[in-house]
Structures are given as C-alpha cells and as structure tokens.
C-alpha cells in the first residue's frame, strides 16, 4: 500500500486556525476519497473526487474544502478548526467504480 | 445517511468460535465489498462479491451475497486472535460504508 501516503501522520492545531492534510497516490487512480471516522460512527465520506478538477460533497462536507489540480493529489482543508473535527482522517484512492478502495495510513487530527 | 447497515456493532468471543457480520442495504447493490480495519490501523480491502447468491472463501473466512443482492455476510470459522479488528462492507457506489463491527477475540 506504498502508493497513497498521507500527510502529516499526527496533527494538533488550535480551534479557528486553518490546517491542509495532505493526500497522494502513485497508481493515477480515477477516483479519491476523504473520510473521517470516529468511534461509533464508522467511515463517514466528507469528499470525493472523480478525476481532476472534479469533486463532490460526501455525507459531511460542512466545514471542509478540497481541490484536485492533479490526478495524484488531493488535499483536504479545514478552513476554521473546531474541536468536533477531532478525528482519524483516511484518504483513499481506487481506480474506479467496482474496485477495492486503497486506503492510506490516516492522519490524526487533534483540535485543541 | 449511510445506506448499508451492519450488524452487530461489537462482537467478542472466544477464540475458537466461529464468528458473522451481517450487512444490509435498502436498495439493490451492484457489488459488495469487505474490509478489515486491524486497531490502529487503515482498512483493508478483503473481497469483492457481485454475483446474486455469490458465496466467495479466503482460507476461515466465507464471503455471501444475498440472493436479492441487498445483504452479505462475512463469516469466521474457528476465530483466531489475529482476526481481531473492525469489519466493514461498502456497498454504495463512492460513498456507503457500513459501521463496521468490530471482533475481540479473548485467548
């Protein structure tokens, strides 16, 4: 799973700041993903991404913007911090629809 | 919301036991897919099941696909305490994951 890294692995920021996590994948797969997951709510999608230049809105998007300039990239900001978006963040990637979703390590995300 | 639903939320048995997740859709599914979520870890992508009736093994772990394509089962013959973690079925086209349900197994 060398080929979607995400970046950083841990992060704590303040409440209002902004913060990017960042997501790249090697394969040129179509479609990216960003989901949070925290206990009891299992993998919730924010946003996802077709191909590049193209994105749309998950299942909680509020609070968050994306942007893929290019196919590998596809980073994640929080524009204002707040504390309920304390959460794991994984970034996923597939080629598309009827594949495997690859997953990337997850980022931490502390909002203090 | 999401449009699979996974039951049980939590499972712990003894190791040795066999063990099943059930996911379950409101509206037919295409194909389904499996993945295991070690703690601390990332999910990882196990199996894909797309025919109706699809029943798919990889070594204890058994694979199905209901007849109507709206539910699946995972199953776990004799649980081993390396099959601890999170289960989840994604069903929905680029958004529906499951809950999950996540296995303890006690030594």
């Known amino acids: 799973d060398a080929g979607i890294t995400q970046s950083p692995r841990y992060k704590i920021t303040e409440t209002g700041r902004q913060v990017t996590l960042m997501c790249h994948q090697t394969?040129?797969?179509?479609?990216m993903f960003w989901y949070r997951q925290d206990l009891g709510h299992g993998l919730r999608l924010i946003y996802y991404?077709?191909?590049?230049?193209?994105?749309d809105k998950g299942e909680v998007p509020d609070g968050y913007v994306v942007s893929r300039s290019k196919t590998e990239n596809f980073p994640l900001t929080l524009e204002s911090a707040t504390r309920s978006q304390t959460s794991v963040y994984f970034c996923a990637s597939r080629t598309g629809e009827g594949y495997g979703y690859t997953f990337g390590s997850g980022t931490r995300l502390t909002v203090v | 919301g999401q449009q699979v639903m996974q039951i049980p939320q939590y499972q712990h048995v003894q190791e040795g036991e066999d063990f099943t997740t059930y996911c379950n859709s409101s509206t037919t599914l295409s194909n389904i897919q499996w993945y295991k979520q070690r703690p601390g870890g990332h999910p990882v992508f196990l199996i894909q099941?797309?025919?109706?009736?699809e029943v798919k093994k990889q070594k204890r772990l058994t694979f199905q696909f209901g007849e109507a394509k709206k539910n699946s089962s995972l199953h776990i013959t004799a649980t081993q305490t390396t099959d601890v973690g999170t289960y989840f079925c994604a069903g929905r086209r680029n958004t529906g994951f499951g809950q999950g349900t996540t296995l303890q197994v006690k030594p």
């Open positions: 394969w040129s797969h179509s479609y």
């Open positions: 099941l797309v025919k109706s009736g």
């Open positions: 991404s077709a191909a590049a230049d193209i994105t």
